[in-house]
């Protein structure tokens, strides 16, 4: 991975965890112009370290040394997955039926207000965009059938971290809460469930239709 293919990284990353909306709004919101912003992600101007001391100043968890070198981390602490807390009082969550979250991937208002089945307030729950009730006992013991899972789209797949639980819809074989890890075959998923009596599999990524963060539960005795 060069240089520039791990500041892209960055900047895919700071857009994900909601800095910024866009590439447009961060070069915004670093001092940059449009036009200056897209000659230095596309290569055509030598990527300094004033436009790299400027984008980590967005993010002080990010490695220069790894930017730069590639050694090392990403992130200087590990915790890549934690968001500095904003505090959302009135934030509503919905709880969809877990088979509708294939209409949230890049699709305009597919879902519906009729398909939202309740709304949850939960102060903690700062990334969630929407929840679902996990369906069978693949996930046992992490998550029983019946749990609240509270999840956040993702859309760029050079973010999925390995290892961690997403829910994924497959456009044949529907919702399924797993586990992600890097395949053996090209431009697949390795997925698997915590309850071993579930064996791993494969699914290739362009049968995905939506694949979505899982970060955080509400547990029902």
Not at 35 to 64: E, R, T, W
Not at 127 to 138: D, W
Request: proline share 4%; charged share 25%; hydrophobic share 40%.
């Amino acid at each position: 991975m060069s240089e520039l293919e791990r500041i892209k990284k960055v900047v895919n990353y700071l857009i994900y965890m909601e800095f910024a909306s866009n590439e447009t709004d961060l070069a915004n919101k670093l001092g940059y112009k449009k036009s200056s912003f897209s000659q230095i992600m596309n290569g055509k101007v030598p990527v300094s370290d004033k436009f790299i001391d400027n984008l980590l100043k967005s993010n002080l968890n990010i490695n220069k040394v790894w930017i730069k070198t590639g050694k090392g981390s990403m992130f200087l602490d590990q915790q890549e997955d934690k968001k500095p807390e904003i505090l959302l009082p009135n934030k509503i969550i919905p709880l969809y039926d877990i088979e509708a979250v294939a209409g949230l991937y890049n699709t305009p208002v597919s879902i519906m207000e009729d398909d939202i089945m309740a709304k949850y307030i939960v102060p903690d729950f700062t990334m969630a965009e929407f929840m679902v009730r996990v369906k069978g006992s693949s996930m046992y013991p992490k998550y029983n059938s019946g749990d609240i899972i509270a999840c956040k789209m993702i859309k760029d797949i050079s973010l999925i971290q390995w290892g961690k639980v997403y829910l994924i819809h497959h456009f044949e074989q529907g919702a399924m809460v797993k586990r992600l890890f890097s395949s053996e075959k090209e431009a697949h998923f390795s997925c698997h469930s915590d309850n071993t009596k579930y064996p791993p599999f494969d699914v290739k990524i362009n049968d995905l239709t939506n694949i979505a963060l899982v970060v955080g539960v509400i547990r029902l005795e």
